[in-house]
């Protein structure tokens, strides 16, 4: 075999190897508004006024890592992340940029927490990732978020919710899907302080762009206000 050949076969690939790394280890840079790192671990719980507690792929597992799924409608821009435990003992809340011209199907938060997240199961931790700045907005539309290396867009997204002791639900509102209403989950087990219910909803014939949910919360036969979310799909061939 031609020696010159080799090399070049051997270089090509490293190149493409390379290119490869770098796309999926694209990385957010934390935006500090203070001097430090925005965080809490205390023993006494706080209970969050948010219905919607996070937005995680249903393959999430126990890890330090955290991650949101990539949208085209960030580059360059400001994406706020808050991050609360099912305990309601930890909370986060930072704003991140996202990277310019990234090709990642995912970009991975830099880890500055000082506290060991992984001891926290796949579902005791939420991740809510939405487009802004988090003392501009109050919420705007969520990108998918992962605990763990995964690069695949799972099947389906676990919404968080705390739902106030109230039977819980998600209607699919989105005008390119297909109408239905999924009944969520009570979480049984622990403490429930950060949220209580998990939503799964399917995502594999939800196209591209955008789904649009609402979380439906009715309590003692009488239905609370309804909440309106807008997920971001990734535009990827072969989801």
């Known amino acids: 075999m031609d020696y010159r050949a080799v090399v070049l076969a051997i270089s090509t690939l490293c190149a ?5 790394a770098s796309a999926q280890d694209s990385v957010a840079e934390l935006t500090l508004k203070g001097d430090r790192f925005l965080e809490s ?17 249903s393959n999430a597992r126990p890890a330090q890592t955290l991650s949101l799924f990539s949208s085209p409608v960030r580059e360059g821009e400001d994406v706020c992340v808050r991050v609360v435990s099912r305990d309601g003992l930890y909370w986060s809340e930072n704003t991140f940029r996202w990277p310019t011209g ?11 927490s000082e506290y060991d997240l992984s001891r926290y199961a796949a579902k005791d931790l939420s991740v809510l990732g939405y487009e802004g700045d988090c003392n501009e907005v109050e919420r705007g539309p969520v990108l998918i978020a992962i605990r763990g290396d995964s690069n695949h867009l799972p099947d389906s997204l676990d919404i968080l919710v705390n739902s106030g002791r109230s039977d819980t639900f998600a209607v699919v509102t989105s005008p390119d899907v297909e109408a239905g209403t999924i009944a969520c989950g009570l979480i049984r087990e622990g403490r429930r302080t950060g949220y ?28 609370m206000p309804p909440t309106e979310l807008v997920v971001r799909l990734p535009d990827r061939a072969g989801r």
């Open 41 to 57: 671990l205390t023993e006494e719980a706080s209970v969050s006024g948010r219905v919607v507690a996070g937005v995680l792929a």
């Open 196 to 223: 209580d219910t998990i939503c799964t909803v399917p995502i594999t014939d939800a196209g591209t762009g955008s789904l649009a949910l609402r979380i439906m919360r009715r309590r003692f036969d009488r239905m």
């Open 16 to 20: 493409i190897c390379s290119q490869v």
């Open 102 to 112: 990234t090709k990642a199907d995912r970009v991975r938060l830099p880890n500055h």
